[in-house]
């Protein structure tokens, strides 16, 4: 079963948004712009920043 986790491979702050489009199997830039697009995201992406484990996983 696939976890949510922050990415260790694709990171621009975080790895949040990519960590969500690995779980999700989409676009990391699909994430991204609903990020920046969706009122009141940054303090979910505050939230998940601080309480998404690190992807230990080599790739």
């Given at each position: 079963?696939?976890?949510?986790?922050?990415?260790?491979k694709?990171?621009?702050?975080?790895?949040?948004?990519?960590?969500?489009?690995?779980?999700?199997g989409?676009?990391?830039?699909?994430?991204?712009?609903i990020f920046?697009?969706?009122?009141?995201?940054?303090?979910?992406?505050?939230?998940?920043?601080?309480?998404?484990?690190?992807?230990?996983?080599?790739?």
């Open positions: 079963m696939n976890k949510l986790t922050k990415s260790s694709d990171r621009v702050l975080q790895g949040v948004c990519a960590g969500i489009a690995d779980f999700f989409i676009s990391p830039l699909i994430v991204r712009l920046i697009f969706t009122p009141g995201s940054l303090l979910i992406y505050i939230l998940l920043a601080l309480t998404l484990p690190e992807n230990r996983s080599l790739y």
